[in-house]
């Protein structure tokens, strides 16, 4: 069973739950990142195996693995630590996660093809990268111009979704929609919360 550490309010652990739950792989959640004030504790056993200490990290059992990634070298992750067992692989970096999580299964993939990976990428740089600029600028002015940004991008990246509701007119999604999904729920629950203060 995969072993994936995550946090509860983390949107880019949700990109690889998101996966994990589509697919129907069999995972155990550990909760990774506790608030404490104005800081995390991150949990030790994340350190040991990812010691940037982010999520999401999926710590595999190597016969987990299909065929094709065994033969892939970026899951060939050799232990460097007593505390992951030898035969086990660790994946981080969302997007990286989620493509591997498509990997173990034949059916609705995400990837229908290469192209959907580096369209994540791009997204992911032209969404979410540019959600948290409106969250990190000091300026209101340069929050404002951000925020346009943002509005703007998001209504680029719906344009490539029609029929079915999915990125490409799928009648599925993708790893692009599992990639941008996190960030534009946080969008309506803020709209929502603001419309419901001015009711």
């Known amino acids: 069973m995969i072993k994936f550490y995550s946090s509860w309010f983390c949107p880019y652990a949700q990109r690889a739950w998101l996966a994990l739950e589509y697919h129907g792989v069999p995972f155990r959640l550990i909760e990774s990142l506790e608030v404490v004030g104005d800081d ?42 007593e505390s992951l067992p030898p035969s086990s692989v660790v994946v981080t970096e969302s997007i990286d996660c989620v493509e591997f999580i498509d990997g173990l299964t034949t059916e609705n993939n995400l990837i229908p093809d290469e192209s959907y990976v580096t369209d994540a990428h791009r997204w992911n740089r032209e969404v979410s990268s ?3 600029k409106v969250l990190m600028k000091q300026d209101a002015e340069e929050q404002r111009e951000a925020f346009a940004t943002f509005v703007s991008n998001v ?16 009648d599925h999604p993708t790893i692009v929609d599992f990639t941008i999904l996190p960030w534009l729920i946080r969008q309506v629950n803020r709209r929502l919360a603001l419309f419901s203060q001015t009711v």
């Open 40 to 81: 995390y504790v991150k949990n030790p056993n994340l350190l040991c195996i990812n010691p940037k200490g982010l999520v999401p990290t999926l710590e595999v059992p190597s016969d987990m693995l299909s065929a094709q990634q065994r033969d892939d070298k970026r899951w060939a992750v050799e232990a460097s630590t």
């Open 130 to 132: 540019v959600f948290y």
């Open 155 to 170: 209504e680029k990246f719906t344009n490539f979704i029609e029929t079915g509701g999915f990125y490409r007119n799928l």
